[in-house]
């Protein structure tokens, strides 16, 4: 679906868990996910502008009127008038920092469940939460799609600096709950290219 995730859920279960320095980025993906929102950046269609006006609404509400989430403002602004305002274009390098902090604070509850064949493996469960969360392949997948985005856009950055264009992205993501994500994501990547240049 090309259109905007829900306002009311991004008020009500999205920002408050932003503004406190809590994980808000699991939410809104699942948010996503369930309500089918594109989030390819890559589409012809949309390019996730959608998702990304909204975001950029969320984050202009909030530096404009502080920690006041319950702000009659705020409220007044958070509706699809107010997101198309805002731009579409590719997240700013300052807003990719924004995204990166949100990954690192994203948390799961340990779960029994086991999903396997993520990336035709079959993963440990001490690896498997996210996995479990975000199982499908990739371009129904949102939680891969924001982490591939996020690397294209670093990836230079990542290059200039360590003369790697993942090693950004590994510093920055370690200890963190999304890590071990990224790191199967990481090591598809690497198979893929090793079997392309074979």
Known sequence: MHGFPDFHFLQEEVAPHYIAGEDWLLPLLMHVKNKSVCLDFYCTTCGAGPFKQ????MWQIFRDNGSSQNSGIAKKHFNLMQAKKMSHEQFSLDEIKILIKGLTQMEVKPSAEQTTFLFG???GPEHNEFCFLFPEPYICNPLMMLLTMIYHR????????????HKLMQLTLKDSAIYDYFQMMYEHWQNKMAASNR
Do not use: I
Request: net charge positive.
């Open 154 to 165: 670093t990836s230079t950055l990542s290059m200039r600096h360590y003369g790697d264009p």
């Open 121 to 123: 493996k079959d993963h």
């Open 54 to 57: 909204s975001l950029r609404l």
